[in-house]
């Protein structure tokens, strides 16, 4: 069974913007040695952390220029997340104070009329 160093699994990692399963692929090896290997080492848990970090400041930025172009379902998700505070958003939070109070009716007894 071949054995790879952590430096060939962080190329793969950064080949494959921090993706396990596909830099397995790039390794040919079992995902399982990726993983293992990402959670025992920590310079390479922080390559996997920084690929993640980068891929979300990419779609950070297209959803901008996609706002900026009018794109009506980037302005959408722009107001229903980023913007909750002001009114936007799915559902409203709704909080309860006080306490509840639990009322028994007693109703009189049917009188039969005949």
Known sequence: MPTYTNK???EALRKTRGRKYLAAKVLECD???VRNRVK???YLAAIVENEKGL???IAETKLDDAVDAGDPW???FELKTQCRDRGYGDHQDVSVTGEI???IVMLPPKVDPG
């Open 101 to 103: 109070v639990k009322t």
């Open 40 to 42: 025992s080492v920590p």
């Open 74 to 76: 980037a302005i959408q």
């Open 8 to 10: 060939q699994i962080a």
């Open 31 to 33: 995902p399982d040695t």
């Open 55 to 57: 891929r979300g400041d």
